[in-house]
């Protein structure tokens, strides 16, 4: 053992603690979402600070214990009462997701949730503010299960966020890149990494998360292994970049939506709606057709597998429901196809 | 000479042209620049801005160093790599670096534009054919004690897999003369001229060691018609970590571009002339 080994130690123990600090705040925020929550959660930190104070280690004795936990329960009480916004958004901290959610709003605190359908439930629960979801990618098309659940979820699109997605290959410090032999990414990330991935003679392998493979890389320093993820995630978990912009298109984008119980306040310059259309010759086209006919530019269309034979249709289109041209076209096709239900109307910001 | 199926000259047929992002290496004379090793974002983008301004076409900066003694500086390695794409970045120009090891040529393929195998490494022929496999332009330097045969019998590994893209560089032999680092065997631009279709560039920087020898032997490769020059500049050369008493200043490096144009149009224009 060497003083820099045990510096090495310092850092890690340093970011594992940050984050773990970090976690449980974010859980103690949430509970101000439920009946008596703030009260309860109160109770639970003064117990948190006396079982400090009894399961105090050797070093950290029981007065030191109880202090730093005093010091934690009073941030995390003046976070339940204070009016931060919430967002959640699917893998660990350092995601696609959560910089698109801090494109859209800075200030909000953004929470992370395993997958996709706790985001929905999050955000349909009253659990978090909002919640926000890749929905399209201009490499790997429609971001999985996302469209699925957006078709019988009962929320609002309130924002949307056309972000550009440049991934890095990430590798704990001093790490030799000579002796990467495995990348662990989300499928996705490994998909529109692959040229890279073969030239460098590196096998991919899936991880839930982008960000999550590089916080597992951080804290387990597997040998051989570097991860594919943003540079926001390099510097939230102090590894090092072997190379940045590693996807094989420059054109890598992925398209946002941020989503809430109660549609947006403000007009908004785009909607997106959904619906089923009867199983019929021109079915489809007359729906369109009413768009067509009021002037409407449609900027999506996209079909989601229902039961087989029946397919949802996504259909996003510039303009505002305030609109009454547009108003009177989503009132048409409400007739014309079946189940027409308008996602929202909302700002779309292009970064 | 035998055996070069690919390297060796095909009568009748042009002369290998190598487009390097953008740079025709082979078409007119393509004046490589830039410091021995990079030490610092500062003194890499420094040199990289300044030697640009002079006409230089590509960046030269050694991030992996082959150095006789193990103790003197290795190079900066893969932050190395960073530095020159940050060089490239401000510039725009095309980066050849050294690969040394095996295990980096694909690597090192990720940042630079073309990848240079030195003289000590000419005839490393494991590293020659991953070279090969790596797609790359290759600039192959001549190796300090081989025959012309033998380069071209290594430039000829790296073709047979595939990839027809090498530069070939004199950089100077050893011979009994000490006074000069190297004996620049500038003789090899006609006889590779004559032997192969690659083009062939000359270093004058390694190929004497000595600071007022550069200009002279550049205006003689020049006049011999070579393809190109790599010369070593360094934006404070008494403060380099390696080849310090070789490296030219960006001034005298952008007088000698003047020069190094004017030669080459009367040269141009004395075979023009006889031509017509």
Redesign the interface.
Known sequence: MTPHDLYEDLDRIDARLLALLNERMERSLLLRAFPDGAEDAARHDEGSVERARRTALCLAGPEFAAGVYRSIAGECGRLRASDLRTVAFQGDHGAYSEMAARAWDAKAAAVPFREFVDVFDAVQDGIVDYGIVPVENTLGGLVGPVNSILVYADLKIVAAVDMPVAHCLLAPPGADHREIRAAYSHTQALAQCRRFLARNKLEGRTAYDTAGAARRLAEERPAGAAAIASRFAAELYGLEIIKEDIQDAENNRTRFFVLSRSPALEAGGKCSAVFFTEDKAGALFRVLELFARSGINLTRIESVPNVPGDYAIFLDFEGSDRDPRVAGAIEEAKASAREFRLLGCYTERRL | MKDLKLTGSRPGAERTVIDVAGVRVGEGLVVIAGPCSVESEDQTVRTAVAVKEAGAKMLRGGAFKPRTSPYAFQGLG?KGLKILDKARRETGLPIVTEVI?T??V??V???ADVLQIGARNMQNFSLLREAGKSGKPILLKRGMHSTLEEWLNCAEYILAEGNGQVILCERGIRTFETFTRNTLDLSMIPAVHSQSHLPIFVDPSHGTGLLDMIEPMSLAAVAAGADGLEIEVHIDPSSALSDKDQQLRPEAFARLMKRLTRAREFIEEMYAREES
Do not use: A, P, V
Request: proline letters at 0%.
């Open positions: 893969l090891d295990r980096d694909s690597w393929g990720e940042y």
